[in-house]
């Protein structure tokens, strides 16, 4: 019986968590968008032929290329989490709560996930941590 409240209580704050890495991915998102600068606005403010345009234009690319690779990253974990909360069970909810507590997820490949989300609960339970008993109890 401790065992079933346990699991649902873990399942339940699972949920919340993720929840919680996916709003914040989607703002890590949002900042990401908001800081791809603009190549126009670079030859608008520097005035005639400026040399330093061109410098500041190749640092425009790689930046835009840095958030453009954080955007799709983040995008990537949000799918991942999304599909994690649709498949989670009362079967696999311990070997869900290995890859969320440390964003292990995030080095999942999506392929991998059936394994993962397919897993019963004494495999899981098997390799487990006393950590994840005292966190489901203080939660």
């Known amino acids: 019986m401790a065992s079933i409240n346990l699991k649902e209580k873990l399942q339940r704050q699972l949920r919340y968590e993720i929840n919680n890495k996916i709003r914040q991915l989607e703002v890590r998102m949002f900042t990401n968008v908001q800081a791809i600068p603009e190549a126009a606005d670079i030859f608008m ?3 005639g ?3 330093y345009a061109l410098d500041k234009l190749e640092f425009d690319k790689s930046s835009r290329q840095e ?3 954080i955007i799709y990253e983040c995008n990537q974990n949000i799918v991942k989490l999304k599909l994690i909360q649709k498949l989670m069970n009362f079967n696999n909810v311990f070997c869900i ?3 969320i507590i440390d964003n292990k997820y995030a080095d999942i490949q999506l392929q991998e996930f059936d394994g993962l989300l397919n897993s019963f609960g004494p495999e ?3 390799g487990l941590a006393t950590s994840t008993v005292l966190y489901a109890m203080a939660s």
């Open 45 to 47: 403010t520097s005035s």
């Open 49 to 51: 032929y400026n040399v």
């Open 67 to 69: 958030n453009f690779d």
């Open 97 to 99: 709560f290995k890859v």
């Open 124 to 126: 899981c339970e098997a």
